[in-house]
């Protein structure tokens, strides 16, 4: 995506060969910084902190993570420590140790001579693949907008998504907004409702800015708003991204998707996950039951970071003072309340059987 007219992916090695460079999304939308990862710590903290975020970008920052590792250290030991460190970082979304068990695979297979060069290559093709991926979901994607535009008579096609499930989120394109950006570069006279996503702000934060920066129409909405706004006829359909989508078809994506799917259900809202193959989950039979929920800090909810009128960051407390808050960070969305599967392959029923019509060499596995 185009960033002031120039192009940006979301992670890439340094020009002197020594790093990696990312988007610092915690600094979004009030500045756009870029951060230099050199250690496989700095990866796992970046992680972590949520500096790079999205369950894509999450898995291609660890198999860079792995091959910074594998600089400093090319042994059998060393790339299981990078691999156990880096894969603590975050439980739900399931790229990331999809990424570190193809980076421990592959080097693997090599002498430890040659992992550094190897763990360099293959972080960058995965990286590669990702953007063909979300590039294809975007293809995918766009023709459903398309079949609703032609029944709207140039009206736009109102879109509503959770979270961020963009090219912030991937390595270039995103899962969900996708086949937004395809409609819109087609003529498609689209309009996206973006929900704010509490606590972190990732909808208000990120995916309005890249919108913006897309030249997408938007409005951002408080997370509770959907539900009114489907009883009122003004959203056409929903898109939202995944995490880890477990081969029944549930899918586990950022706090509050559930709810939207319930509303979209009542509603009679087509409501459709955005995902490539690396999110989907084949050991997990059943999502609702199975897919851990990460659990992050207290903070988030009781504490805001935005800029005064004055330009300045602060950060206020904007809960009780005493009061405990709970910070689940994912909920899971049964198949049932999935109209569609949206992937690279192709668009499935959100089921075993539709997975396997995309992806029947997994039949036999």
Same mark, same amino acid.
């Not at 979004?28 to 903290?45: G, H, I, S, V």
């Not at 790229?95 to 190897?118: I, K, P, T, Y």
């Not at 939207?260 to 059943?286: C, E, Q, R």
């Given at each position: 995506?185009?960033? $002031?007219?120039?192009?940006?992916?979301?992670?890439?090695?340094?020009?002197?060969?020594? *790093?990696?460079?990312?988007?610092?999304?915690?600094?979004?939308?009030?500045?756009?910084?870029?951060?230099?990862?050199?250690?496989?710590?700095?990866?796992?903290?970046? !992680?972590?902190?949520? /500096? /790079?975020?999205?369950?894509? +970008?999450? %898995?291609?920052?660890?198999?860079?993570?792995?091959?910074?590792?594998?600089?400093?250290?090319?042994?059998?030991?060393? +790339?299981?420590?990078?691999?156990?460190? +880096?894969?603590?970082?975050?439980?739900?979304?399931?790229?990331?140790?999809?990424?570190?068990?193809?980076?421990?695979?592959?080097?693997?297979?090599?002498? &430890?001579?040659?992992?550094?060069?190897?763990?360099?290559?293959?972080?960058?093709?995965?990286?590669?693949?990702?953007?063909?991926?979300?590039?294809?979901?975007?293809?995918?994607?766009?023709?459903?907008?398309?079949?609703?535009?032609?029944?709207?008579?140039?009206?736009?096609?109102?879109?509503?998504?959770?979270?961020?499930?963009?090219?912030?989120?991937?390595?270039?394109?995103?899962?969900?907004?996708?086949?937004?950006?395809?409609?819109?570069?087609? %003529?498609?006279?689209?309009?996206?409702?973006?929900?704010?996503?509490?606590?972190? &702000?990732? *909808?208000?934060?990120?995916?309005?800015?890249?919108?913006?920066?897309?030249?997408?129409?938007?409005?951002?909405?408080?997370?509770?708003?959907?539900?009114?706004?489907?009883?009122? %006829?003004?959203?056409?359909?929903?898109?939202?991204?995944?995490?880890?989508?477990?081969?029944? *078809?549930?899918?586990?994506?950022? !706090?509050?998707?559930?709810?939207?799917?319930?509303?979209?259900?009542?509603?009679?809202?087509?409501?459709?996950?955005?995902?490539?193959?690396?999110? !989907?989950?084949?050991?997990?039979?059943?999502?609702?039951?199975?897919?851990?929920?990460?659990?992050?800090?207290?903070? $988030?909810?009781?504490?805001?970071?935005?800029?005064?009128?004055?330009?300045?960051?602060?950060?206020?407390?904007?809960?009780?003072?005493?009061?405990?808050?709970?910070?689940?960070?994912?909920?899971?969305?049964?198949?049932?309340?999935?109209?569609?599967?949206?992937?690279?392959?192709?668009?499935?029923?959100?089921?075993? $059987?539709?997975?396997?019509?995309?992806?029947?060499?997994?039949?036999?596995?």
């Amino acid at each position: 995506m185009r960033i $002031e007219g120039r192009h940006y992916r979301s992670i890439w090695p340094s020009e002197d060969g020594r *790093g990696v460079l990312v988007i610092d999304q915690t600094k979004l939308p009030f500045a756009f910084a870029l951060k230099r990862l050199e250690t496989m710590t700095e990866a796992a903290e970046a !992680i972590r902190s949520m /500096v /790079v975020r999205g369950a894509p +970008l999450i %898995g291609a920052t660890a198999a860079y993570g792995v091959a910074l590792a594998m600089r400093v250290d090319p042994s059998d030991d060393h +790339l299981a420590h990078a691999i156990a460190t +880096l894969g603590a970082t975050r439980p739900t979304a399931v790229n990331l140790h999809w990424a570190l068990q193809r980076m421990g695979r592959v080097l693997r297979a090599v002498s &430890s001579s040659e992992r550094e060069e190897r763990a360099f290559a293959e972080a960058a093709f995965i990286c590669d693949e990702d953007v063909d991926c979300c590039r294809a979901i975007g293809e995918h994607g766009a023709r459903i907008i398309a079949q609703i535009a032609a029944r709207k008579d140039a009206r736009p096609v109102n879109i509503l998504t959770h979270c961020n499930a963009g090219w912030l989120a991937t390595v270039d394109w995103g899962t969900a907004l996708a086949p937004i950006y395809r409609a819109h570069d087609q %003529g498609i006279n689209v309009h996206v409702w973006v929900d704010e996503t509490r606590p972190r &702000s990732q *909808g208000a934060a990120l995916t309005a800015f890249e919108l913006g920066a897309h030249g997408v129409p938007h409005t951002v909405i408080v997370d509770n708003a959907g539900g009114h706004l489907m009883q009122e %006829g003004e959203v056409d359909l929903c898109i939202v991204g995944s995490d880890r989508t477990a081969a029944n *078809g549930d899918v586990a994506n950022k !706090i509050g998707t559930y709810l939207k799917a319930l509303a979209a259900h009542d509603n009679g809202v087509p409501f459709y996950v955005a995902l490539p193959f690396s999110t !989907i989950d084949w050991s997990i039979a059943d999502g609702v039951r199975d897919i851990p929920i990460e659990e992050r800090a207290a903070r $988030e909810v009781t504490h805001m970071t935005g800029r005064a009128e004055d330009g300045a960051l602060h950060t206020i407390e904007v809960v009780a003072p005493g009061s405990l808050a709970a910070n689940p960070a994912f909920d899971v969305t049964p198949a049932r309340l999935i109209t569609g599967l949206i992937t690279e392959r192709g668009v499935a029923p959100a089921s075993r $059987e539709g997975l396997l019509s995309l992806y029947p060499e997994r039949a036999a596995a």
